[in-house]
């Protein structure tokens, strides 16, 4: 699969929520967890399961950036 999103974080899922049509996907990378919203069909399309190796794809418009 190739995809133009530049920034692709490839972890693994440690965590597969589902709720009546949402589910909440947490993948670790690197240490950081990162938790995606998508369609339960999605999940059961994907067969995503905790333990599996997966990317993280963020595509968006405007990229914030915060220091302390």
């Known amino acids: 699969m190739k995809i133009s999103a530049r920034n692709r974080l490839k972890g693994r899922i440690v ?20 938790t995606a919203a998508i369609t339960k069909e999605s999940v059961e399309e994907l067969k ?6 997966a990317y993280a794809v963020i595509k968006a418009s405007d990229v914030m950036i915060g220091i302390d």
């Open 15 to 34: 965590e597969v929520k589902k709720g009546t049509t949402t589910a909440h996907v947490k993948v670790d990378i690197g240490g950081q967890t990162i």
């Open 48 to 53: 995503l399961s905790p333990g599996q190796p």
